[in-house]
C-alpha cells in the first residue's frame, strides 16, 4: 500500500535555527507533493506543492522542499525560523492517476521558542 | 470570500445518534474529499467525490455515508455515532481534479459520548 513517513514527530527549535522535515513515500510512479501546514487552531494551508520540472520548489513564508525522485523524498527545508512556524506540518503525496486523492504522512510538530 | 464552509463548527453527540455534517464549497471545484483527524495519525480519507453524482470510499468509509447531489455540496453522514468516530472533520476540494491541490475547509469537531 502507498504510504507516506515523516520521521520527526516533533521538532523544538530556537528562532533563527534552520529546519529541515524529512518527508518519504512508498510510490514507484509518477507523483504530485504537497507541504501542508496547520496553525494552532486553525485548518490545513497548502506551503507549495511539486508536480514537475524543477525540483527545487518555493512556497509561502520562505519554505522550500526538494524533490529528489531517487531517495522517494520530498524535504522541506527553512533556513531560518520564526516563532510564527509553530504548527504542525504535513507531507502529502498523490499518485498521479485518476481516480486517487491525497496520502497524508502523520504529520511532525515543530515547536519554535523565541 | 471564496472557500469552503463546514458545519457545525462543533457538536457533541449521544451515541447512536445520527449525525450530518455538512460541507460547501463556492469555487466550483469537481472533487471533494472528507478527512477525519485525530492525533498521532494524521488526517486519513473517508469518502471522496470526483464529481457531482459520484463518489468513493477512502481509507476509512466504515460507519460513514456521503452524497453528491451537485457541485457544491458534499454532507457526510453519521448512521449511528460511536464514540471512536469522535474526531475533528475536515472537508477538502480540488481545483485540478483528484490528485490535486486541496483546499480544506476550517473543520467540525465532533464528540461522540
Known amino acids: 500500500a502507498q504510504s507516506v513517513s515523516q520521521h520527526n514527530h516533533h521538532v523544538i527549535l530556537s528562532e533563527a535555527a534552520s529546519l529541515e522535515l524529512g518527508c518519504n513515500y512508498s510510490?514507484?510512479?509518477?507523483?504530485?507533493l504537497f507541504w501542508y501546514v496547520q496553525y494552532p487552531g486553525q485548518h490545513l494551508q497548502l506551503l507549495l506543492k511539486?508536480?514537475?520540472?524543477?525540483?527545487l520548489v518555493k512556497g509561502i513564508k520562505g519554505f522550500e522542499a526538494e524533490f529528489i525522485k531517487s531517495k522517494f523524498s520530498f524535504n522541506l527545508r527553512k533556513p531560518s525560523v520564526q516563532w510564527s512556524d509553530t504548527a504542525e506540518y504535513f507531507c502529502?503525496?498523490?499518485?498521479?492517476?485518476?481516480?486517487?486523492?491525497?496520502?497524508f504522512g502523520k504529520g511532525t510538530t515543530l515547536s519554535v521558542s523565541s | 470570500i471564496a472557500g469552503i464552509t463546514q458545519a457545525p463548527t462543533s457538536q457533541i453527540l449521544a451515541a447512536g445518534r445520527r449525525m450530518t455534517l455538512r460541507c460547501t464549497q463556492d469555487?466550483?471545484?469537481?472533487?471533494m474529499y472528507w478527512y477525519r483527524q485525530d492525533l498521532g495519525l494524521g488526517l486519513r480519507l473517508i469518502h471522496y467525490?470526483?464529481?457531482?453524482?459520484?463518489?468513493g470510499k477512502g481509507e476509512v468509509p466504515d460507519g460513514y455515508s456521503v452524497s453528491r447531489a451537485n457541485t457544491d455540496d458534499f454532507p457526510l453522514t453519521l448512521a449511528s455515532a460511536v464514540p471512536s468516530q469522535t474526531s475533528v472533520y475536515f472537508c477538502?476540494?480540488?481545483?485540478?481534479?483528484?490528485?490535486?491541490?486541496?483546499?480544506f475547509g476550517p473543520g467540525t469537531r465532533l464528540t461522540v459520548l
Open positions: 477538502a476540494s480540488s481545483e485540478e481534479g483528484i490528485g490535486g491541490t486541496q483546499y
Open positions: 510510490y514507484g510512479g509518477t507523483v504530485n
Open positions: 502529502a503525496v498523490s499518485p498521479n492517476q485518476a481516480g486517487t486523492a491525497l496520502i
Open positions: 469555487m466550483r471545484h469537481n472533487a
Open positions: 511539486y508536480f514537475s520540472g524543477d525540483p
Open positions: 467525490s470526483n464529481t457531482a453524482g459520484t463518489t
